[in-house]
C-alpha cells in the first residue's frame, strides 16, 4: 500500500522547491530550480512571474516522478511563498499583465513618504509601516504605470495576488482566487481585527476590492489542481506565508515561541498567541495563521539582506565561489579588524524603516583582506538580529533562546557568533527547510494528520545547541562599534 504524503511547495525568492513530507515528518523527495532577480532600475527588484509558475511547475513533477518510483501517495498540497510580491493578471485569459514587483523592491518609497500623515492609522489596523516593503503600494504603481493593467482593471478583468494566490489561481485552472491570512495581512489593506479587507485602506491606496483575492483561513480548502498540470486533481490545503510557515516547522505555534529565518532576508517572528500587540518599537505585528477557527499574531522584525549580502560577495564582488566558503574565511581571522558592513542595499528594515540610506563598509585598512569582507557580512545579519531581538524585548517579550532555519545557518560559525553576540542558546533544527515543512504540517492538519495545529509542534526532529561563549566585555564592544557604523549611515 502506497505509503501518504503531502506536497509541500515552496516558492521563494531565489527559487522554487517541491518536498514530498511523510505524517511523521521525513523529507523523502525533493527538487528545487533556481530564480534570478531583475533590477531594471537603481532600488527596482522584479521577477517574470511566467517563470515563477514554469518553475513550479517543473519541481512539482519532477517529485510526482519521484513519489511513483518510491510507491507514494500525495494526500494533498500545502504552499509556503515569499510573501508581499505582488503580481497582476487577466482574469479571462490568465495572462500575467507586468513584471512581478518584489518585496524588496523600492520604488514607492516617494509614493509612501507622501502618505506618511496616515502612518498612524496605517499601523493601527494593519500593524505594518507605511513603507514600499508591501503590496499595497506596488499594486498602486501596476495601476499608474501599465497600460496592461488599466485596461484590465477598464474591462473588470483584473486580479491581484501575492505569490501564494498566483500559484492558487495556476493550479485551479482560475476556478479559485484566494489567499490566506498570513499573506493578507502583508498587503497593508486587511484588517487585523476583522480579518477582511478594510475599505478605508482601499480608499487611501485607491485599489478597487474586486481585484482582491477571498481572505480564507491558512488551513482551508483551496479547491482541487487542474488534472491537466499533474494527471490527477490534488487538493491544495493550505497557504501561508513562508516566514509563518517557517514558525510552524520549528514548532514555534504557541505564544512566547521565537524563530528567525535565515534566507535572501532575515525574518525573526515572536508568536504572540491570540491577541494583536502593535509594537512600540516599529516592528511588525502580522498573522502567524488561521488554523481552525483560531488566529494566532507574532511581532515580527525584518531585515531585508541577509543572505542576499553573501550572493553579492559571490555574483557582485566574486569574492568566493560558493557561500560555504563565508566559513572558512570568517574563521581563520582571530576578529573583525574593524570591519563593518551596513548592508543597506534596499535600505534598512526594522527597528529603523529607512529606505532613503545606502549600504556602507567602514574600517577598511591595507590589511583587509576577502576574509574580512565575508566576516563582515555574516557578522551584520547576527548584529541586526541584536538590534531586533532588542526591539522585542523592549516592546515586553521575554526571550530565553532563538530558533534558526534558512540556507546561512548551515554555516556553523555563523550560528555560533549568533549565540555569542545573541547571548542566547541557538537551536538549529535537523529539518533544515522549516518553511516547506511547516506548509506541510499545516496541509496535515487540514488533511485530518493532526487533531490541532498545536500537536503539529509534537512533530519535530532533534536539534543542534549552539551556546554563547564570548566575553561580556567583546560582545559589549562589537555591538557598540556596530550602533556607530549604523548611526553613520542614517545620519
Not at 218 to 246: M, V
Not at 312 to 339: F, H, K, M, Y
Not at 462 to 471: L, N
Request: glycine residues 8%; hydrophobic residues 45%; contains cysteine.
Amino acid at each position: 500500500m502506497p505509503q501518504p504524503v503531502i506536497l509541500a511547495i515552496d516558492q521563494g525568492t531565489s527559487s522554487s522547491r517541491a518536498m514530498l513530507f511523510s505524517r511523521d515528518g521525513e523529507l523523502l523527495a525533493q527538487a528545487q530550480q533556481e530564480l534570478n532577480c531583475h533590477f531594471p532600475q537603481s532600488g527596482w527588484v522584479e521577477q517574470d512571474a511566467e517563470l515563477i509558475w514554469l518553475s513550479v511547475l517543473a519541481v512539482c513533477r519532477d517529485v510526482l516522478a519521484q513519489a511513483v518510483a518510491l510507491d507514494l501517495e500525495v494526500t494533498g498540497i500545502g504552499i509556503s511563498n515569499q510573501r508581499e510580491t505582488t503580481v497582476l493578471w487577466h482574469q479571462q485569459s490568465g495572462d500575467v499583465l507586468a513584471p512581478a514587483i518584489v518585496w524588496q523592491d523600492r520604488r514607492t518609497a516617494d509614493y509612501c513618504q507622501q502618505l506618511q500623515i496616515h502612518a498612524p492609522l496605517v499601523r493601527k489596523k494593519t500593524g505594518l509601516e507605511l513603507d514600499p516593503y508591501f503590496s499595497a503600494s506596488k499594486i498602486r504603481w501596476l495601476l499608474d504605470h501599465q497600460p496592461e493593467v488599466k485596461q484590465a482593471l477598464d474591462d473588470q478583468q483584473l486580479a491581484f495576488g501575492t505569490i501564494d494566490s498566483f500559484l492558487l489561481w495556476r493550479l485551479t485552472g482560475g476556478k479559485v482566487h484566494a489567499t490566506d491570512t498570513s499573506n493578507a495581512s502583508r498587503t497593508l489593506l486587511l484588517n487585523l481585527q476583522s480579518l477582511s479587507w478594510d475599505t478605508e485602506l482601499l480608499q487611501l491606496f485607491d485599489i478597487p476590492l474586486e481585484m482582491l483575492p477571498q481572505v480564507k483561513q491558512s488551513a482551508d480548502d483551496f479547491g482541487r489542481c487542474d488534472a491537466k498540470w499533474f494527471g490527477t486533481e490534488l487538493p491544495i490545503l493550505a497557504l501561508i506565508g513562508d516566514q509563518q510557515a517557517a514558525a510552524i516547522g520549528q514548532g514555534c505555534v504557541s505564544s512566547g515561541s521565537l524563530k528567525s529565518t535565515y534566507g535572501t532576508g532575515c525574518f525573526a517572528l515572536l508568536n504572540t498567541g491570540c491577541q494583536p500587540l502593535i509594537s512600540e518599537q516599529r516592528l511588525l505585528c502580522t498573522v502567524a495563521s488561521t488554523v481552525q477557527g483560531q488566529t494566532q499574531y507574532a511581532l515580527e522584525g525584518a531585515i531585508f539582506v541577509a543572505g542576499a549580502a553573501v550572493k553579492w560577495l559571490r555574483d557582485q564582488l566574486g569574492i568566493i565561489q560558493c557561500a560555504s566558503e563565508t566559513e572558512a574565511l570568517a574563521a581563520s581571522l582571530p576578529d573583525n579588524g574593524g570591519v563593518y558592513l551596513v548592508p543597506a542595499f534596499t535600505g534598512l528594515a526594522a527597528p529603523y524603516w529607512r529606505s532613503d540610506v545606502k549600504a556602507s563598509l567602514s574600517g577598511l585598512s591595507l590589511g583587509s583582506g576577502k576574509a574580512h569582507l565575508a566576516r563582515a557580512v555574516l557578522e551584520a545579519v547576527v548584529y541586526q538580529t541584536s538590534d531586533l531581538l532588542q526591539a522585542m524585548q523592549a516592546d515586553g517579550a521575554s526571550i530565553s533562546q532563538l530558533q534558526i532555519d534558512g540556507g546561512m545557518v548551515a554555516n556553523n560559525w555563523f550560528c555560533q557568533h549568533l549565540a555569542d553576540v545573541l547571548n542566547l542558546t541557538v537551536l538549529r533544527p535537523a529539518v533544515a527547510d522549516t518553511s516547506a515543512y511547516g506548509a506541510a504540517l499545516l496541509a496535515g492538519v487540514q488533511a485530518g494528520w493532526y487533531g490541532s495545529l498545536a500537536e503539529t509542534a509534537l512533530v519535530q526532529k532533534a536539534v543542534t545547541c549552539f551556546t554563547p561563549a564570548m566575553a561580556a566585555s567583546e560582545r559589549a564592544m562589537l555591538l557598540e562599534d556596530w550602533r556607530h557604523a549604523v548611526h553613520k549611515v542614517l545620519s
